[in-house]
């Protein structure tokens, strides 16, 4: 019970500590999202009189003259009920209606090739460093090698030989745009082929690094002295390779994906540039470019959550497959 409050009120102090920058930092960025508002309202015609910015800048929260201290506390208070404000790139929604618009398509789409990439690279690399120096070590400068290559620069590869050239699968969007959203077959096996190719990337750029760390950990836990006596008892090699060495050499692993889950939000950036895919790595794009203080603070809430929430199931999981590390020196 003392290990999980500690851990408990270790994450509180982080998610305190997280939530006070994200209040900071858009504040620290030139420009106001009042003014970037106006300007999009006088394009159209609109004609803007000092009540009309008085109104605006109440809503946005902008030009506000209070003590930062006063804005904090209610900046608080807003998050506790859920309130995150109104967007300037897609006034007049507000932020909590667009990232739970465009969340889901990008938890989908990197949190599965993800999580493939995380279950290939770890499998393949026990499999290799299980007999080390055989033809299957070949597999590892492969893939290292898909690794180094530069994400878009990949991308942008496999777009013009799976797309261009051979024509499998759809070059840019989320869905074929003749379709209504809905959870029905058409659309859903529409979402799946167009997600095939952004998918296919991430995992290609990805998996290397699973394969070389799992592969360098069982090489190094193979000599370890438990191995041995289990070896020395006449245990069956599947036996060990499982239980013995495996489990043991899979432990940063497990700390590795927690992180790479954290981070499936904010590394959708690129990706969704790429393919124009829609999802959460646009609108955080959209709102940086526009001084959208409000959704800037929505994505990095969500991020923030993210990375905290994986991290802690982390460590608790750690507790369990590894109890040395619930003991407390």
Do not use: C
């Not at 006070?20 to 009042?34: E, K």
């Not at 095939?196 to 990337?201: D, F, S, V």
Request: proline residues 5%; without cysteine; aromatic residues 10%.
């Amino acid at each position: 019970m003392s290990y999980l409050l500690r851990k408990l009120g270790f994450y509180a102090v982080a998610l305190w500590a997280a939530l006070t920058l994200n209040f900071a930092i858009p504040r620290l960025l030139p420009g106001d999202p009042v003014d970037i508002l106006l300007a999009k309202l006088q394009q159209r015609g609109g004609t803007v009189s000092p009540e009309t910015r008085e109104a605006y800048a109440l809503l946005l929260g902008g030009d506000d003259d209070r003590p930062l201290w006063n804005q904090y506390l209610d900046y608080l208070g807003n998050l506790a009920r859920g309130d995150l404000g109104v967007s300037v790139s897609y006034y007049p929604a507000r932020v909590s209606d667009v990232i739970l618009a465009s969340l889901p398509w990008t938890v989908v789409l990197v949190g599965v090739a993800t999580l493939i990439a995380a279950l290939l690279g770890v499998l393949l690399g026990a499999i290799v460093g299980w007999r080390p120096g055989t033809w299957l070590d070949s597999l590892v400068p492969a893939t290292t090698l898909l690794a180094a290559i530069p994400y878009f620069w990949l991308a942008l590869l496999l777009s013009y030989l799976l797309a261009r050239v051979l024509g499998w699968l759809p070059l840019q969007g989320g869905y074929d745009v003749a379709l209504t959203p809905g959870w029905n077959t058409e659309f859903l096996l529409s979402a799946v082929r167009y997600a095939t190719l952004p998918a296919l990337t991430i995992v290609l750029a990805s998996i290397g690094g699973w394969l070389l760390g799992m592969r360098n950990m069982m090489v190094s836990t193979l000599s370890e002295d438990y191995v041995l006596t289990a070896e020395a008892k006449g245990l069956s090699p599947r036996t060990i390779r499982r239980s013995y060495a495996a489990r043991n050499a899979v432990l940063p692993s497990v700390a590795g994906f927690a992180i790479s889950l954290g981070f499936v939000v904010s590394g959708s950036v690129i990706t969704e540039q790429v393919f124009s895919y829609p999802g959460i790595g646009g609108r955080l794009l959209g709102a940086v470019t526009n001084n959208d203080y409000a959704l800037m603070q929505g994505v990095f809430l969500f991020i923030t959550l993210a990375v905290l929430g994986a991290n802690l199931i982390v460590d608790l999981l750690y507790g369990l497959i590894d109890p040395r590390t619930r003991v407390r020196h």
